[in-house]
T-cell receptor, first 113, second 113 residues
């Protein structure tokens, strides 16, 4: 397994469900990111982790809860989401959070009913 | 506040044409600029990264140029192929302490056989 992987690739959930998105990077990077991509909007940076410490939280609602147990894994825990949260959620990693190229996973297509 | 605009929003060309995608940004104080490709429903693949001190980068049939003073970058694709069909995204990383990536909305390219 190489690069950045994300599971599941597709997720349909009700507003009362709790689910988690998983991201794993096999690049030896120290920084990981969650992005939200909605139709007709630029990518929105949600969270940045550097060496397992959250270094950036861009005013994301508390119904999204990130977790970074180690530098290779990143989770996004979801609860009581709204239909407008339906989007493609992308994970990325880079050597460090400030300077370098980011490498993206394939994304999780989330639909909230 | 940095804003990134990509023109055109969509482009359809016959196979074999050379084409140019445009990206403009409002603040010339950038650290670097990156072009990505996104296939439908999938993650992003980094194509080219141009540092602020560089004028262009080339990879195969792709050539990206950067003119910081005018706030413009172009992605030139030579001898286009149907496999080039995708959305092409431009992202600018600001100089200074807050080096977020600021994203354009992308150009959706269709290369017809």
């Amino acid at each position: 397994e190489t690069g950045v992987t994300q599971t599941p690739r597709h997720l349909v959930m009700g507003m009362t469900n709790k689910k988690s998105l998983k991201c794993e990077q096999h690049l030896g990077h120290n920084a990981m990111y969650w992005y939200k991509q909605s139709a007709k909007k630029p990518l929105e940076l949600m969270f940045v982790y550097s060496l397992e410490e959250r270094v950036e939280n861009n005013s994301v609602p508390s119904r999204f809860s990130p977790e970074c147990p180690n530098s290779s894994h990143l989770f996004l825990h979801l609860h009581t989401l709204q239909p407008e949260d339906s989007a493609l959620y992308l994970c990325a990693s880079s050597q460090d959070p400030a300077y370098n190229e980011q490498f993206f996973g394939p994304g999780t297509r989330l639909t909230v009913l | 506040k940095q804003e990134v605009t990509q023109i055109p929003a969509a482009l359809s060309v016959p196979e074999g044409e050379n084409l140019v995608l445009n990206c403009s940004f409002t603040d010339s104080a950038i650290y670097n600029l990156q072009w990505f490709r996104q296939d439908p429903g999938k993650g992003l693949t980094s194509l080219l990264l141009i540092q602020s001190s560089q004028r262009e980068q080339t990879s195969g049939r792709l050539n990206a140029s950067l003119d910081k003073s005018s706030g413009r970058s172009t992605l030139y694709i030579a001898a286009s192929q149907p496999g080039d069909s995708a959305t092409y995204l431009c992202a600018v990383r600001n100089a200074g302490n807050n080096r977020k990536l600021i994203w354009g909305l992308g150009t959706s390219l269709a290369v017809n056989p």
